[in-house]
Every structure is written in structure tokens, then in C-alpha cells.
């Protein structure tokens, strides 16, 4: 029973292992970053537990109705992770539901009436809990060796790892080199065309005044999972995949076969057939597993992993890493973070604050390395939670900030990056593209319990447009393109600029209203 109890306490992390969808995102091998610290966690719950049980057993507390009260005040934690886990697997959006104003009051009201009852019958209410508890043990066995076979025991730790990187190519420098940066969840709307007032972005001002702008970009999706691959072949993605830590299965439209993303040729292949070194630091993707043939520089973080299987960017010891899953529970408890003066959302937004200012070191090197010819950075800003405070300024776990405090924050990062290239003396040869993998999706966001009333005042436009600014050497003035057109060009275009076939903003014209001809035919 002991064990049970337990293994309740984290049985959201043993539901998603279950269901098999975390491993391709997961950066390290979940059997020990994960599943191990958790199995100590339990271990450790169910000896205080027993210890506890063993002390009331032989003491005057054994017939007592207090040792049968506090045992029912802990099962909060059990039973409230256990919501966690099923709402997990709920086939029905519940969304709307936990928004809803009366959601809380009401659930709060039914959690009295519960404790109430259990008061005052606290021996039969314990009694019951106990054998709750011992005959869930036929479906937490299911659910554990469900958990061992879609993941934990399915791949062996060396599909985890980076793979070998491309050799670097010697010969002269290139003429033209390309820095290609992809802001996560950077919406066109808000950064130019409907900017809400008082939102300071000047190194994007900047940009705009000097690059080729374009004022009705989209995306070739309005996921990461589906835009990154699909910008990165050149060519429409409408759904992936995971298959594997090591393997993401692409489908294109309809009546295609679907392909590993890693099996087909991409724009840092047919770069460095032009002779060119490429780079990359981005997020989400497992980018070292699936495109370091193609790479001689690769640097990139996962995101944070869905609740229960969460694992930390810095590496740990199994004492910080129980600690870490112990804390991460906590916080995820039903009406625990609706408390004044609690957040949940505390850890993710300082692991994230991490794993962005590992990024940006990197991002800095890389852009700033005349060896490399082409180079994608794909940064984890301004897409939510939000980690910076444009008031302070500087990144914050625990202030209300939002979205706009996220878009301050690349416009910082641009800053920063436009600097380090400045400084290496390589501007005068280097093109810049800026864009997004996908605008604001509002539709998704407004549901989370951090949306601040800043952001549904600047969500009431459509955000789906992404930016994109082409920024040659030299230039000096603004070139404003107006018809629409899919970001899924951006890989022909930069081909076509390491060729020396797009020189000036109205080659780049050219080629984007060529790609659309024949995207069309």
C-alpha cells in the first residue's frame, strides 16, 4: 500500500511514458534523468510512510484518530497528481472548463464537503484510501510496464546521443556568407505592422530601415514540429511524426510517402556542395541527432517536456535530480498554485532563462566564426512562458510578464547578435534574414493560466503573419515587398544568394515571386 501510495504521487510521470510521445524531444535518456530519480523518490515516500505506519502501530497513536487524519491530509498529493495524469489522457478538450470563473470556487467547495466527511469518519475514510490504494496495483503495473516498453526500455541511451558532425570543408573563405534567424512564435502584427503602444523594439526598427521588409510573410505552419523541418527542406510539411529520439517521420501533402526528416537532403546540404561550412543553435528539435551530417557546428536544448517527464538543462546528481522531480510535483498540485504568492510556472521559466542564455553564447560564436558560410539560429523567444521584464529590464521567474516582455527580449537578442557580427568584421559580407517559424498563436495561449491582461488587449488582431527581412551588405534603405507569400522559400532564397545569383533586394524579389510561380504550377 505503501508503494502504491507512492507510486500515485508521480503517476503523471508513468502515463506519459506510457503513451510513448516524449522520447524524440527528450534531450537525454529518460531511463536515467528521469525515471530513476523518480523511482528513488518513491522509494524514499514509501519508507517514511511505513516508518510512520510502524511508529502508530506500537504507540499509543494506534488507536487514536490523529495518525488517520494526517495520512488523509497527505493523500492530497496522491490523488491530485492523479487528476494531473488522467486529464492528461482525457479525450475531451477540459480547457474551458478549468478557465471557466466558477471552476475553481466550485472544485474548492467539493474539496471541503470531502474533508469534511472524511473528519468525521477519519478511521473509514483512512480504511478506505488504504485499499484504494493496494487494489489500484493490477492498473499501476499495467501503466508501469506500458511505460518500460514505449520508452523507457524501447531505445538504448546511445540514440539519446549527438551524432558524428560533418567534416569541416577547407579552402578560401566565402565570398557571402548567411545568418538566418528564426524568432519562436514571432508575430508580424505585433513587431511591425499592429506594434501595441509604447513597445520600444529599435534593433527591428533598425533592421526594417535597412533590409529588403516584407509585409505579409506566413508560415509554413503554425507549429514548430511542422515549420522547422519544412523550412529547413524547402519543402510542405503537413504533419510529423515522432517515431524515435533519432527519427522524425515527415508527411508532405496528401498522397506523398511519408520520409525521415534525416534521409532527405536539406539547405545545409546543398550549401556545403556550394563549398560551405553550415552551423546551427536552436531548440525544441533534436537537431544533433537528426542534422549533424550536415553540420560542422551544432548546439541545441530541448524544450520543457511535458509535466511529470520535465528534465532539467544543467546536468545533475541523482540527489538534485530527485529534488528537482519532487519540487516540479509540488507545484503542479491542483489549487496549489491558485494560492496567493505561489507560481508554478517558477521552475519552467528559469530552466528556460538557462537554456536561452546558453544559446545566445553560442549564437554569438557562431555568427561571428568567418569560417561558417551558412548559419540557422533558432531562438526560443518570444514564444511563452515569458522570462524577461522589460520594466527591470532583465529576466524574471516571478514577475507578471507576458508576451510583449518575450518580443523586448529578441529584439535584445538581434541586438546582440547584429553586435557580435559587427565586431568580427564580418557585416560586410554577411546577409541577415530574419523571420518566425510561426506567428502568436493567441488561440492557444489564452487558455494558459498566465495570460495577462496585457496580452488579450494586443491578441485582438490576427498575429498568424510572421516577419521576414533580407538585410545585404551595405544597405542603407528600406525596400517594402506587400504581396503575400510562404516563408517556404527562405531555403531557395539563401541557395540562391551563396550561388551570387541574389545580390540586392530586387533579386530577392525576383526569386520569391519565382518560388510562388511555381509553387502555384
Same mark, same amino acid.
Given at each position: 500500500?505503501?508503494?502504491?501510495?507512492? *507510486?500515485?504521487?508521480?503517476?503523471?510521470?508513468?502515463?506519459?511514458?506510457?503513451?510513448?510521445?516524449?522520447?524524440?524531444?527528450?534531450?537525454?535518456?529518460?531511463?536515467?534523468?528521469?525515471?530513476?530519480?523518480?523511482?528513488?523518490?518513491?522509494?524514499?515516500?514509501?519508507?517514511?510512510?511505513?516508518?510512520? /505506519?510502524?511508529?502508530?502501530?506500537?504507540?499509543?497513536?494506534?488507536?487514536?484518530?490523529?495518525?488517520?487524519?494526517?495520512?488523509?491530509?497527505?493523500?492530497?498529493?496522491?490523488?491530485?497528481?492523479?487528476?494531473?495524469?488522467?486529464?492528461?489522457?482525457?479525450?475531451?478538450?477540459?480547457?474551458?472548463?478549468?478557465?471557466?470563473? !466558477?471552476?475553481?470556487?466550485?472544485?474548492?467547495?467539493?474539496?471541503?464537503?470531502?474533508?469534511?466527511?472524511?473528519?468525521?469518519?477519519?478511521?473509514?475514510?483512512?480504511?478506505?484510501?488504504?485499499? #484504494?490504494?493496494?487494489?489500484? /496495483?493490477?492498473?499501476?503495473?499495467?501503466?508501469?510496464?506500458?511505460?518500460?516498453?514505449? *520508452?523507457?526500455?524501447?531505445?538504448?541511451?546511445?540514440?539519446?546521443?549527438?551524432?558524428?558532425?560533418?567534416?569541416?570543408?577547407?579552402?578560401?573563405?566565402?565570398?557571402?556568407?548567411?545568418?538566418?534567424?528564426?524568432?519562436?512564435?514571432?508575430?508580424?502584427?505585433?513587431?511591425?505592422? $499592429?506594434?501595441?503602444?509604447?513597445?520600444?523594439?529599435?534593433?527591428?526598427?533598425?533592421?526594417?530601415?535597412?533590409?529588403?521588409?516584407? +509585409?505579409?510573410? *506566413?508560415?509554413?505552419?503554425?507549429?514548430?514540429?511542422?515549420?522547422?523541418?519544412?523550412?529547413?527542406?524547402?519543402?510542405?510539411?503537413?504533419?510529423?511524426?515522432?517515431?524515435?529520439?533519432?527519427?522524425?517521420?515527415?508527411?508532405?501533402?496528401?498522397?506523398? *510517402?511519408?520520409?525521415?526528416?534525416?534521409?532527405?537532403?536539406?539547405?545545409?546540404?546543398?550549401?556545403? %556542395?556550394? $563549398?560551405?561550412?553550415?552551423?546551427?543553435?536552436?531548440?525544441?528539435?533534436?537537431? $544533433?541527432?537528426? #542534422?549533424?551530417?550536415? #553540420?560542422?557546428?551544432?548546439? =541545441?536544448?530541448?524544450?520543457?517536456?511535458?509535466?511529470?517527464?520535465?528534465?532539467?538543462?544543467?546536468?545533475?546528481?541523482?540527489?538534485?535530480?530527485?529534488?528537482? @522531480?519532487?519540487?516540479?510535483?509540488?507545484?503542479?498540485?491542483?489549487?496549489?498554485?491558485? #494560492?496567493?504568492?505561489?507560481?508554478?510556472?517558477?521552475?519552467?521559466?528559469?530552466?528556460?532563462?538557462?537554456?536561452?542564455?546558453?544559446?545566445?553564447?553560442?549564437?554569438?560564436?557562431?555568427?561571428?566564426?568567418?569560417?561558417?558560410?551558412?548559419?540557422?539560429?533558432?531562438?526560443?523567444?518570444?514564444?511563452?512562458?515569458?522570462?524577461?521584464?522589460?520594466?527591470?529590464?532583465?529576466?524574471?521567474?516571478?514577475?507578471?510578464?507576458?508576451?510583449?516582455?518575450?518580443?523586448?527580449?529578441?529584439?535584445?537578442?538581434?541586438?546582440?547578435?547584429?553586435?557580435?557580427? &559587427? !565586431?568580427?568584421?564580418?557585416? $560586410?559580407? +554577411?546577409?541577415?534574414?530574419?523571420?518566425? &517559424? @510561426?506567428? /502568436?498563436?493567441?488561440?492557444? =495561449?489564452?487558455?494558459?493560466?498566465?495570460?495577462?491582461?496585457?496580452?488579450?488587449?494586443?491578441? @485582438?488582431?490576427?498575429?498568424?503573419?510572421?516577419?521576414?527581412?533580407?538585410?545585404?551588405? @551595405?544597405?542603407?534603405?528600406?525596400?517594402?515587398?506587400?504581396?503575400?507569400?510562404? +516563408?517556404?522559400?527562405?531555403?531557395?532564397?539563401?541557395?540562391?544568394?551563396?550561388?551570387?545569383?541574389?545580390?540586392?533586394?530586387?533579386?530577392?524579389?525576383?526569386?520569391? %515571386?519565382?518560388?510562388?510561380?511555381?509553387?502555384?504550377?
Amino acid at each position: 500500500m505503501c508503494l502504491a501510495f507512492a *507510486t500515485w504521487c508521480f503517476l503523471n510521470t508513468w502515463v506519459e511514458y506510457a503513451q510513448g510521445r516524449t522520447a524524440y524531444f527528450a534531450h537525454n535518456d529518460p531511463l536515467y534523468a528521469v525515471a530513476i530519480p523518480v523511482l528513488c523518490c518513491e522509494a524514499l515516500i514509501a519508507l517514511a510512510l511505513l516508518a510512520a /505506519w510502524e511508529v502508530c502501530r506500537h504507540t499509543r497513536f494506534q488507536n487514536s484518530r490523529v495518525p488517520h487524519l494526517l495520512f488523509l491530509g497527505s493523500c492530497f498529493v496522491p490523488f491530485g497528481i492523479a487528476a494531473v495524469a488522467m486529464l492528461s489522457v482525457s479525450p475531451i478538450d477540459v480547457a474551458p472548463l478549468i478557465l471557466n470563473p !466558477h471552476f475553481w470556487p466550485v472544485l474548492l467547495a467539493i474539496t471541503v464537503i470531502l474533508v469534511a466527511i472524511a473528519a468525521a469518519r477519519p478511521l473509514r475514510a483512512s480504511r478506505g484510501a488504504c485499499r #484504494l490504494f493496494l487494489y489500484s /496495483w493490477p492498473v499501476l503495473a499495467i501503466i508501469l510496464f506500458q511505460a518500460g516498453r514505449a *520508452t523507457l526500455f524501447r531505445y538504448p541511451t546511445s540514440a539519446y546521443a549527438d551524432g558524428p558532425l560533418a567534416a569541416p570543408i577547407d579552402g578560401p573563405l566565402p565570398a557571402v556568407r548567411v545568418i538566418w534567424i528564426i524568432f519562436d512564435e514571432l508575430s508580424q502584427t505585433i513587431a511591425y505592422t $499592429g506594434r501595441p503602444a509604447g513597445l520600444d523594439l529599435p534593433n527591428l526598427d533598425r533592421l526594417k530601415s535597412e533590409s529588403l521588409y516584407a +509585409t505579409a510573410a *506566413t508560415s509554413p505552419a503554425n507549429a514548430t514540429a511542422l515549420s522547422m523541418p519544412a523550412l529547413i527542406m524547402g519543402r510542405p510539411v503537413t504533419n510529423v511524426a515522432p517515431r524515435a529520439p533519432n527519427d522524425l517521420r515527415v508527411m508532405g501533402p496528401a498522397g506523398s *510517402t511519408p520520409f525521415s526528416w534525416s534521409s532527405v537532403p536539406n539547405v545545409f546540404d546543398q550549401a556545403r %556542395q556550394l $563549398g560551405m561550412n553550415t552551423a546551427l543553435v536552436g531548440w525544441d528539435h533534436p537537431y $544533433g541527432r537528426l #542534422l549533424n551530417r550536415s #553540420l560542422i557546428k551544432c548546439f =541545441w536544448t530541448a524544450g520543457w517536456l511535458l509535466s511529470g517527464v520535465e528534465e532539467s538543462f544543467e546536468a545533475q546528481s541523482l540527489p538534485q535530480a530527485m529534488w528537482f @522531480h519532487l519540487k516540479l510535483q509540488v507545484a503542479v498540485l491542483p489549487l496549489l498554485g491558485h #494560492l496567493p504568492g505561489v507560481f508554478p510556472g517558477i521552475y519552467e521559466r528559469e530552466d528556460k532563462a538557462r537554456r536561452f542564455e546558453y544559446m545566445m553564447d553560442r549564437a554569438r560564436d557562431i555568427v561571428s566564426d568567418r569560417s561558417i558560410g551558412l548559419a540557422l539560429v533558432h531562438l526560443p523567444v518570444p514564444h511563452p512562458p515569458a522570462i524577461y521584464s522589460r520594466s527591470t529590464p532583465s529576466t524574471s521567474a516571478t514577475a507578471k510578464i507576458g508576451y510583449l516582455d518575450n518580443v523586448v527580449l529578441a529584439d535584445r537578442a538581434l541586438g546582440d547578435l547584429r553586435r557580435a557580427l &559587427d !565586431h568580427s568584421g564580418l557585416a $560586410g559580407r +554577411t546577409v541577415i534574414i530574419v523571420s518566425a &517559424d @510561426h506567428g /502568436w498563436r493567441t488561440f492557444l =495561449w489564452r487558455r494558459s493560466p498566465g495570460w495577462t491582461r496585457e496580452e488579450e488587449v494586443a491578441s @485582438h488582431q490576427d498575429t498568424s503573419g510572421v516577419p521576414f527581412l533580407v538585410n545585404f551588405p @551595405h544597405q542603407a534603405s528600406s525596400v517594402v515587398y506587400t504581396k503575400p507569400f510562404n +516563408t517556404l522559400i527562405t531555403s531557395r532564397l539563401i541557395l540562391d544568394i551563396l550561388r551570387g545569383r541574389v545580390q540586392t533586394p530586387a533579386d530577392a524579389v525576383k526569386t520569391i %515571386q519565382n518560388a510562388q510561380n511555381d509553387s502555384r504550377d
